[in-house]
């Protein structure tokens, strides 16, 4: 059989159904590592703040590794990147478990985790989709791609809460980390080339690229939005069940939400790819962060009951994800797919250092205050500031992209 016969398998559909399982399992394990805090910190006798500064790092290691990843990707196809990348996010999972100390642990849990996470990530995945359809299928792509990480919370939420439950937490570790390894025969179902046929391919360098990307108010703007986003989710994902557990709510509560938020998720992200295909996407992105704020408000004011938290976590799940497709979308209108996981990877990175922030903060003010509080109204602040940093993006292609499609070049 021929090379092209070969390749002709990989046709648009079984790429994205191989994207969405690698983005489920690879989002679904990180997903639930706030479901070990309450355990592990009990176990260890570890502070909260011992556990969130290694989820911190984690998220900051996956941002700083994000745009490398990316750069390897558009470079020389994402397989090994991504088989590489989960071999490390499978021994960081494992150390974690064995973790004796808090040093450890941000060793483990933090630099590998994180490094791993972001040679496995769902960026890389969407960014082989964007490559596989064309620009007219490009966002709803890249909205399935964004729905198929919530799908992995859905699942892994129920069933991580469950293997705790029954196993303990250290079992329950050792299990995800050994599901992490399916990444690795998926990502060479994925097509390795770093160009698509279904749009003009200029003749531009890495470095002029990130020169572009660099003097490109919008990329600047987008950037700083995207910080927002990674300090409300991040900071929930971690602090989110332990919350639930302060308010003297079972610990089941908080696994059902975070499935929750995967469930509706689903719904959301899909529904922000149907929205960017058709309309603005700033503007998309300026109502998800306006209807976030807004909504955190309403939770902190309501009573605090099981049915508070659910709804909660059902209207935050529509909102959770659909930034992405929204800001990757107008990352590969502006500048083109051809360094698309390069790009987002930097403001990809901007996201995780408002993870950081809001990961570590969690645990710094609750162990100082014994409150999440002030944490959230940041949030909500942080979420008008958003809303309104978004609505000046010049989201138009830029001129060479413009020109060569005009000339068919």
């Given at each position: 059989?021929?090379?092209?016969?070969?390749?002709?398998?990989?046709?648009?559909?079984?790429?994205?159904?191989?994207?969405?399982?690698?983005?489920?399992?690879?989002?679904?394990?990180?997903?639930?590592?706030?479901?070990?805090?309450?355990?592990?910190?009990?176990?260890?006798?570890?502070?909260?703040?011992?556990?969130?500064?290694?989820?911190?790092?984690?998220?900051?290691?996956?941002?700083?590794?994000?745009?490398?990843?990316?750069?390897?990707?558009?470079?020389?196809?994402?397989?090994?990147?991504?088989?590489?990348?989960?071999?490390?996010?499978?021994?960081g999972t494992w150390g974690m478990a064995s973790s004796a100390s808090g040093l450890v642990l941000q060793l483990t849990a933090g630099v590998m985790v994180g490094i791993g996470i972001a040679f496995s990530s769902f960026s890389l995945v969407l960014a082989a989709m964007a490559r596989t359809v064309g620009p007219e299928r490009r966002s709803l792509a890249l909205g399935l791609g964004t729905a198929a990480t919530s799908f992995g919370q859905v699942l892994f939420s129920p069933v991580g809460q469950g293997f705790i439950t029954t196993f303990g937490w250290y079992?329950?570790?050792?299990?995800?980390?050994?599901?992490?390894?399916?990444?690795?025969?998926?990502?060479?179902?994925?097509?390795?080339?770093?160009?698509?046929?279904?749009?003009?391919?200029?003749?531009?360098?890495?470095?002029?690229?990130?020169?572009?990307?660099?003097?490109?108010?919008?990329?600047?703007?987008?950037?700083?939005?995207?910080?927002?986003?990674?300090?409300?989710?991040?900071?929930?994902?971690?602090?989110?069940?332990?919350?639930?557990?302060?308010?003297?709510?079972?610990?089941?509560?908080?696994?059902?939400?975070?499935?929750?938020?995967?469930?509706?998720?689903?719904?959301?992200?899909?529904?922000?790819?149907?929205?960017?295909?058709?309309?603005?996407?700033?503007?998309?992105?300026?109502?998800?962060?306006?209807?976030?704020?807004?909504?955190?408000?309403?939770?902190?004011?309501?009573?605090?009951?099981?049915?508070?938290?659910?709804?909660?976590?059902?209207?935050?799940?529509?909102?959770?994800?659909?930034?992405?497709?929204?800001?990757?979308?107008?990352?590969?209108?502006?500048?083109?797919?051809?360094?698309?996981?390069?790009?987002?990877?930097?403001?990809?990175?901007?996201?995780?250092?408002?993870?950081?922030?809001?990961?570590?903060?969690?645990?710094?003010?609750?162990?100082?205050?014994?409150?999440?509080?002030?944490?959230?109204?940041?949030?909500?602040?942080?979420?008008?500031?958003?809303?309104?940093?978004?609505?000046?993006?010049?989201?138009?292609?830029?001129?060479?992209?413009?020109?060569?499609?005009?000339?068919?070049?």
């Open positions: 059989m021929s090379r092209t016969s070969l390749q002709d398998w990989r046709t648009p559909v079984i790429v994205i159904v191989a994207g969405c399982v690698i983005a489920a399992v690879g989002y679904g394990v990180r997903s639930i590592f706030g479901l070990f805090l309450a355990p592990m910190t009990l176990a260890q006798d570890w502070s909260r703040e011992t556990f969130a500064l290694a989820l911190a790092i984690q998220n900051l290691m996956w941002g700083i590794g994000m745009p490398v990843a990316g750069v390897i990707a558009d470079r020389y196809g994402p397989r090994y990147v991504l088989c590489a990348g989960t071999i490390i996010y499978a021994l079992p329950a570790l050792l299990s995800v980390a050994a599901l992490t390894l399916v990444i690795i025969p998926l990502a060479f179902v994925l097509p390795n080339a770093s160009a698509t046929k279904a749009e003009p391919v200029a003749d531009q360098s890495l470095g002029e690229a990130l020169a572009e990307a660099r003097g490109h108010r919008g990329y600047v703007l987008l950037s700083s939005g995207f910080f927002v986003c990674g300090f409300q989710i991040s900071f929930m994902t971690v602090h989110f069940p332990a919350f639930v557990q302060d308010l003297g709510l079972a610990a089941s509560v908080g696994a059902i939400a975070l499935s929750l938020i995967g469930a509706f998720n689903i719904v959301g992200s899909f529904g922000s790819g149907v929205f960017g295909q058709r309309w603005s996407k700033k503007r998309g992105l300026a109502g998800i962060y306006a209807l976030r704020a807004l909504t955190i408000a309403l939770m902190l004011l309501a009573p605090k009951t099981a049915v508070t938290i659910y709804v909660f976590a059902a209207v935050m799940g529509i909102l959770w994800l659909s930034t992405v497709p929204l800001t990757t979308g107008i990352v590969e209108q502006i500048f083109g797919v051809r360094y698309l996981a390069t790009l987002f990877g930097l403001v990809f990175l901007s996201h995780q250092i408002g993870s950081f922030i809001g990961v570590w903060l969690g645990g710094y003010l609750y162990d100082r205050t014994g409150s999440y509080g002030p944490v959230w109204w940041l949030g909500v602040a942080l979420g008008v500031a958003a809303a309104l940093i978004h609505m000046p993006i010049d989201e138009r292609p830029l001129r060479r992209l413009r020109q060569a499609q005009t000339t068919g070049t």
